[in-house]
C-alpha cells in the first residue's frame, strides 16, 4: 500500500541545512497497523507530512497503491489528501473562527456531501470522540485536549482508508486517551489502515508493529504481540 | 504563597454557560512543587490562567504573596506576569515570525535587560532545553517537541520565582521529557515554585502533590513520597 525507498527530506535554510529525513526505507501493508516512535526531532512529523501527501520528498521514492507520488500532478494530490487520507494534526490546524461542527464537517464539503448529510456525519464523529455537549464552541473556547479530539474527528469522519495521526493523545488524560485508541481499534477492524505517531509507549502498544526513528533514519521496525 | 478560595470560572457563551470552575480551594506554599491532573476539560488549564494572572475569576477570592489578586489594577497585574511568573503555554504562543532566540529574549526585553545580557541569557536558557543549534530557526522551522522546548526556555530565562507548566511534555518523548524535569527539578532545588499540569502519572510523580481535579472541583490533593 505505501512503499517508501530513501526517502530524504533537507529543509534549505539558506544558512543552514536540516536534514530531517536521512533516506527512510519502509513498506506499510493494507490494514497495517504502525506506531511511529524516536525522539522529539528525529523526523517524525515529516515523514507523516510525506506519507500524508501534505509535502514532497527531496530525494527517494514514494508509491502509494502502486502510484509513483512523486509524478503526480497537485489536482490528483489534493484528491488523494481529500478521499484517502485522514490527518490529525500535531498542532490541531482547526479554523479559529468556525465551531466545532463546521471544523468536522470540513472535509465532507470537500467530498461533496449534501449539507443534512454532512452535519449528521460530522455529529456522529463529534459524539464518538465525547465532544457531542461541546459542537457549537469555537476552538478557542474549548480545553487543549478538547481541540485535540476535534481534529481527531475530523481526520475520521470521511472514514478515510489510511489515517495519519501525529500524537493524537498528547494532550489526553489516560481515560480520554483510551477511549481515543478503542475509537481507532473499531475503525482498524473495519480494515483501514493506521499510522500514529507517538511518545508514550503504552499508547504505542496498542499497535501491530513499531517503527522507531533516530536522526532522520529507520533504528528499527518490529511487530509486536498486542496486549 | 497562593490562597484561593472558592474560585469559580464561568464562561458565558451567550447561548450556554460553562461552569469551568466550581468552587474550588488549594493553597500553595513557596518553593512547593504541585502536579495538576484531571480528565481533559476538567478545569486544569482554566485555574492555570487565574493563578498565572491572565484571566480573573467570576467569584471567589485569589491571594498572591497576600494581595488580593481581584483588587489590582491592569498595570500591576501585567508586573506579576512579567516579574513573578513564567508560564509555559498549552499551546506554546510562540511569535510566529521571529527566532526561538528572539521568543526566549521577550521576557528579558520587558524586564529591561541590555541587549547583549538578554542575547546571553537567552542562550543559556535554549541550551538549557537542548536547542542550542536551533535558535536561529523560527517556530515553523522547528519540530513539535522543539517549540514545546521554547515555550519552557522562555518561561524560565527571568528565573521567575513561580513556575506554571500547562502539559511541558505533552510532545516530548520519555529521554527529553526527563530531561526538562531534571531541569525543573534543578530550579525546584533554588527555591522556586513549581505548579505543572500532566496527564501523565510518571510526570506527576516528580512533584511533592499531586492535586486532582474533576467537573471543576478539587477531588483530591495529595502529599506523594517521591520516588
Ligand atoms: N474561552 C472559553 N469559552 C468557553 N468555554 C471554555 C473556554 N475555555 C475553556 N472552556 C471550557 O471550560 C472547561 C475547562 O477547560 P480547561 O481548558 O480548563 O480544561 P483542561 O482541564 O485544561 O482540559 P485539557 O486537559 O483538555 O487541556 C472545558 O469544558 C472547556 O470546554
Ligand atoms: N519547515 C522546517 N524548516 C526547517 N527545519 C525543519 C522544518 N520542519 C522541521 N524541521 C527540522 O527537521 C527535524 C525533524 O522535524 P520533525 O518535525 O519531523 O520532528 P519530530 O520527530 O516530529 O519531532 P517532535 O517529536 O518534536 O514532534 C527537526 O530537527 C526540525 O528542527
Ligand atoms: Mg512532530
Ligand atoms: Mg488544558
Redesign the pocket.
Known amino acids: 500500500m505505501i512503499e517508501i525507498r530513501e526517502l530524504r527530506k533537507i529543509?534549505d535554510?539558506g544558512a543552514v541545512k536540516?536534514e530531517?529525513l536521512a533516506g527512510v526505507n519502509v513498506n506499510i501493508l493494507e490494514n497495517d497497523y504502525v506506531a511511529i516512535m524516536?525522539p522529539?526531532?528525529?523526523?517524525?512529523?515529516?515523514l507523516m507530512n510525506l506519507i500524508g501527501c501534505l509535502d514532497t520528498a527531496t530525494s527517494g521514492e514514494y508509491f502509494l497503491a502502486g502510484e509513483r507520488v512523486a509524478g503526480l500532478s497537485d489536482k490528483q494530490l489534493a484528491e488523494i489528501r481529500n478521499r484517502r487520507i485522514g490527518f490529525v494534526f500535531?498542532t490541531f490546524n482547526l479554523l479559529p473562527r468556525a465551531s466545532a461542527l463546521q471544523n468536522v464537517e470540513l472535509p465532507l464539503v470537500y467530498a461533496g456531501e449534501s449539507p443534512s448529510e454532512r452535519r449528521r456525519r460530522a455529529r456522529e464523529a463529534l459524539e464518538a470522540v465525547g465532544l457531542g455537549d461541546r459542537m457549537k464552541h469555537k476552538p478557542n473556547e474549548m480545553s487543549g485536549g478538547q481541540r485535540q479530539r476535534v481534529a481527531i474527528a475530523r481526520a475520521l469522519v470521511t472514514n478515510p482508508a489510511i489515517i495519519l495521526a501525529d500524537e493524537p493523545t498528547g494532550n489526553l488524560d489516560s481515560k480520554t486517551g483510551n477511549e481515543i485508541m478503542l475509537l481507532l481499534e473499531t475503525i482498524y477492524e473495519k480494515g483501514n489502515t493506521i499510522i500514529l505517531v507517538t511518545?508514550e509507549e503504552d499508547i504505542a502498544r496498542h499497535a501491530h508493529r513499531i517503527v522507531r526513528?533516530r536522526d532522520g533514519l529507520i533504528e528499527s521496525d518490529e511487530v509486536i504481540h498486542r496486549a
Chains 1, 2 share one sequence.
Do not use: I
Open positions: 529543509y535554510l536540516v530531517a524516536g522529539s526531532g528525529s523526523g517524525k512529523s515529516t500535531q511518545h526513528l
